[in-house]
């Protein structure tokens, strides 16, 4: 289950690398599959922020959310969502190693420019 949750975090990271400026709230949702897991990705006032609801309760608040390329500094001020799409992905594939020769990947995925 953690690792769910992490890789629900790096699609957070990249939903939120988006370009612009606009000063009025935009909001995505982003879900695990069977929406156990959920992340709120908003832009208010051109800055990113993140919050994490459990069970109908805040596990984490609104914070903001920063990102540092290796090169170009920081993105966090001045960024718009223009659109975004998502997708559910069902796929299988073949291990080459391992007690099990055939895995099932399930997935939400969301791109966003």
Same mark, same amino acid.
């Not at 992340?39 to 805040?58: C, N, V, W, Y």
């Not at 540092?68 to 659109?83: F, H, I, N, R, Y």
């Given at each position: 289950m953690r690792a769910?949750?992490?890789v629900l =975090?790096?699609?957070?990271a990249s939903a939120a690398a988006v370009g612009g %400026?606009? %000063?009025q709230a935009e909001t995505l949702i982003l879900? /695990?599959?069977d929406t156990s897991l959920m992340i709120t990705l908003s832009i208010r006032?051109?800055?990113p922020r993140f919050a994490e609801p459990h069970r109908g309760k805040a596990l =984490?608040?609104?914070s903001p =959310? *920063? =990102?540092v390329p290796d090169k170009g500094g920081a993105l966090s001020a001045g960024l718009t969502l223009k659109? /975004? *799409?998502?997708a559910n992905v069902d796929q299988t594939y073949d291990l080459v190693v391992g007690k099990t020769r055939t895995v099932r990947e399930r997935h939400n995925e969301t791109g966003c420019t």
């Amino acid at each position: 289950m953690r690792a769910a949750h992490y890789v629900l =975090l790096a699609g957070v990271a990249s939903a939120a690398a988006v370009g612009g %400026a606009k %000063a009025q709230a935009e909001t995505l949702i982003l879900s /695990s599959s069977d929406t156990s897991l959920m992340i709120t990705l908003s832009i208010r006032d051109g800055q990113p922020r993140f919050a994490e609801p459990h069970r109908g309760k805040a596990l =984490l608040k609104p914070s903001p =959310l *920063r =990102l540092v390329p290796d090169k170009g500094g920081a993105l966090s001020a001045g960024l718009t969502l223009k659109e /975004s *799409r998502t997708a559910n992905v069902d796929q299988t594939y073949d291990l080459v190693v391992g007690k099990t020769r055939t895995v099932r990947e399930r997935h939400n995925e969301t791109g966003c420019t």
